[in-house]
């Protein structure tokens, strides 16, 4: 769970009610880089176990 | 009030993987975000407020698009051309639609069942309604007729949408600087119906405040048109872009919980993933009457979410 509480500790410095605010430096570039690093991992990932088993999914016939 | 204050339940976890990764089946398979979906879902099932909703929907739908674009792209269900001047006119119609929509933000409130809901707000929604009932009964009727066409006797996946002759007359408009776009197989298309259509699709995303992929997908099969296994892809691709820009402002006004993220994504990405995969194989007809009743459901949602506002 240390990662998860990371990134839910990450959040409370985002805290747009406080006077000043401002989003932390690490807190946007974990926001773009976490959907964007699973997407391509999972994509990517999935590619490599493809090639890796020889099987490849829902290629259609058309 | 910050995203941590709306800490994620190891309870609600498994629910929200099941919910990403339904959602996220649907987006890689018509080419949508699924926010139309998502966010009415987080916001009434999960208590997770609208705000926060939206951008930590913008967080999955930037994943899902990531990963649907890597397996549209091992298909060659991608035309990265289009896709990229798409995006210019895209870009220009989202901010020329939220300037209008800033300035219908002062049109007032009118009062249903004793509560005042914001004029603009109830306008834009019918708005929405009418615009997703037009282009889902015109999508069925099309897609039916299409398949009882090629019954027995064609290739699904050339089975593309007839086109009107408005429609053909403004594919063959000779205004310079034309554009050959081979991964769609159109041999040569002026660049300015590109970014007009491209403007307009943004223009309304912007103005309704939702993602687009729902007027884009059938504008790119319909009036270009794009074989919609392609339309597909590049939507995506598009997506992947508007919805990266999209989480990155949201996250400088504190509106992206990241635990939130990361359990949808567990399920969008793998669920996307599945989707992609099966648009080829469906053929485009059969995409194209799926999407028609989607859009139906996205009806009910706008219907759900304005019941709401008159109710709560």
């Known amino acids: ?62 | 009030m910050s995203v941590a204050d709306f800490p994620i339940s190891v309870e609600s976890f498994p629910w929200l993987v099941l919910f990403g990764l339904v959602v996220g089946g649907l987006g890689g398979f018509f080419g949508v975000g699924g926010g139309f979906l998502m966010v009415p879902m987080l916001n009434v099932v999960f208590g997770i407020p609208y705000n926060i909703a939206v951008g930590s929907d913008l967080g999955q739908m930037c994943g899902m698009s990531t990963a649907a674009t890597v397996r549209h792209m091992r298909f060659g269900n991608i035309d990265f051309k289009l896709g990229a001047l798409m995006i210019a006119g895209t870009a220009l119609g989202v901010e020329a639609g939220a300037t209008i929509l800033e300035i219908l933000k002062h049109s007032g409130e009118v009062v249903i069942n004793g509560r005042p809901v914001s004029l603009m707000t109830l306008v834009m929604s019918l708005v929405y309604a009418a615009l997703l009932i037009f282009l889902g009964t015109a999508m069925i009727r099309e897609s039916r007729s299409t398949l009882k066409r090629v019954a027995g006797k064609g290739d699904l996946a050339v089975a593309e949408a007839p086109a009107s002759p408005v429609v053909l007359r403004l594919r063959t408009l000779k205004l310079w600087p034309m554009v050959t776009l081979p991964a769609s197989g159109i041999a040569s298309i002026s660049l300015w119906v590109i970014l007009i259509i491209g403007f307009l699709t943004g223009f309304l995303s912007g103005m309704l405040g939702v993602g687009g992929g729902f007027i884009r997908m059938p504008a790119l099969v319909y009036i270009l048109g794009c074989p919609t296994v392609v339309a597909v892809g590049t939507d995506l691709f598009e997506i992947m872009f508007s919805s990266g820009y999209g989480v990155f402002t949201h996250a400088l006004k504190g509106n992206v919980h990241l635990v939130l993220v990361l359990a949808l994504l567990v399920g969008t990405t793998v669920g996307a993933q599945i989707g992609a995969s099966y648009t080829r194989k469906a053929g485009g007809p059969w995409v194209r009457f799926g999407f028609g009743c989607l859009a139906f459901l996205g009806v009910i949602m706008v219907a759900v979410k304005l019941y709401l506002q008159v109710v709560r």
């Not at chain 1, 240390?2 to 839910?8: A, V």
């Not at chain 1, 410095?13 to 391509?40: E, R």
Request: charged share 15%.
């Open chain 1, 1 to 62: 769970m240390g990662f998860l509480n990371w990134l839910q500790e990450l959040g409370r410095d985002a805290n747009p009610a406080a006077d000043g605010f401002q989003a932390s430096m690490l807190y946007l570039i974990v926001s773009v880089a976490l959907p964007v690093t699973i997407g391509m991992f999972v994509g990517f990932g999935l590619r490599f176990l493809e090639r890796v088993f020889g099987v490849e999914l829902g290629r259609g016939g058309h």
